[in-house]
């Protein structure tokens, strides 16, 4: 089992462009969840979802949008990138019986 | 609201030392209590759990104690180790609550 992917692992963007980050997991788990981690910040939570065809709003969606279409892939889009978009993103999932995180490896994106 | 407090900064610390990294909560309810460790480079794995007060988390020769009375999980290693070096995350969540919360990280660096 891989467990929690993510695709890619890093990507630059110039200002304004946009783009998608994929995460896929294959441990059949309801919640997912995007983070950003920044210097200082810990981690910040930008999106989550409670199953297929849900979402919800995190501690800063502003500039994010997020789908999940299907119950192992939840994607994470940048409709218009921002220097202050400039992170480290990891996704997550979770699940019964422990419920704990799993973490995928995460992805560097350098906005300039 | 629900969080978590780590101890401000970096701690440096020579192999075979002791190692304590202070984590405190603020719950309402009864939380499960986590700690998670980021080696350079990569996700966040979970290192040990507690889910009940009095409970013992251990793992890699880690431990912390869920003290409900003190509402602390302090992070303990008896002699550490330079493989040890990475960040550490104090977490809790609630039943119920689809979401962790996360303090801000524990940079440990080990010297041989």
């Known amino acids: 089992n891989a467990g929690v992917t993510q695709t890619p692992k890093f990507r630059v963007l110039k200002t304004g462009q946009s783009m998608t980050l994929l995460c896929a997991q294959d441990?059949?788990?309801?919640?997912m969840y995007w983070y950003r981690q920044d210097p200082g910040m810990g981690l910040r939570l930008i999106h989550y979802s409670v199953g297929e065809g849900t979402t919800a709003k995190g501690e800063v969606p502003d500039g994010y949008n997020v789908s999940r279409l299907k119950k192992q892939n939840f994607l994470l889009g940048l409709e218009s990138a921002a220097p202050s978009q400039t992170s480290v993103y990891f996704c997550a999932c979770r699940g019964p019986p422990a419920y704990e995180q799993y973490f995928g490896p995460g992805t560097r994106l350098t906005v300039t | 609201g629900n969080s978590v407090t780590q101890m401000e900064g970096p701690v440096t610390l020579s192999e075979e030392a002791f190692l304590t990294i202070n984590c405190t909560y603020t719950a309402t309810g009864y939380p499960s209590l986590f700690w998670y460790v980021q080696y350079p480079g990569e996700g966040l794995q979970l290192l040990l759990k507690a889910t009940k007060a009095d409970d013992k988390g251990s793992n890699k020769g880690f431990e912390a104690t869920y003290r409900k009375e003190t509402t602390s999980f302090h992070l303990e290693k008896g002699s550490v180790q330079v493989s040890d070096s990475a960040v550490y995350f104090c977490?809790?969540?609630?039943?119920?609550?689809?979401?962790?919360?996360f303090g801000k990280g524990n940079q440990v660096v080990v010297i041989p």
């Open positions: 977490a809790l969540s609630l039943p119920g609550n689809n979401r962790l919360a």
């Open positions: 441990m059949n788990h309801e919640y």
